[in-house]
């Protein structure tokens, strides 16, 4: 059973900086797709970053020039937040999507950015 979970929020002031991890256990086998969402109070989850085998990341507006998506050999997934605002206050899941079309959600990780 695969199990994918997030790390790294917290509480941090604006203009400053968090790196969020995600990591997958068991066999997910090859993964394709891999992107962060968040979701803040009230408000629909919605793409920050994603990231295809095959293509370029990919980023929402509102982060482009201050997040950067990144994976390494063993399949974790990093999301480099620089430049914090407070209106990137969510809580922000990951999500991978293996060559067999499965989609795999973390529980989800809590960012504060106080001002």
């Known amino acids: 059973q695969v199990q994918v979970v997030e790390s790294g929020g917290g509480l941090v002031q604006a203009g400053g900086s968090l790196r969020l991890s995600c990591a997958a256990s068991?066999?997910?086998?090859?993964?394709?797709?891999m992107g962060w969402y968040r979701q803040a109070p009230g408000k629909q989850r919605e793409l920050v970053a994603a990231?295809?085998?095959?293509?370029?990341p990919n980023y929402a507006e509102s982060v482009k020039g201050r997040f950067t998506i990144s994976r390494d050999a063993k399949n974790t997934v990093y999301l480099q937040m620089n430049s914090l605002k407070p209106e990137d206050t969510a809580v922000y899941y990951c999500?991978?999507?293996?060559?067999?079309?499965?989609?795999?959600w973390g529980q989800g990780t809590q960012v504060t950015v106080s001002s």
């Open positions: 068991g066999s997910i086998f090859s993964i394709t797709f």
């Open positions: 999500k991978l999507r293996n060559d067999r079309w499965n989609d795999y």
């Open positions: 990231s295809t085998s095959s293509g370029r």
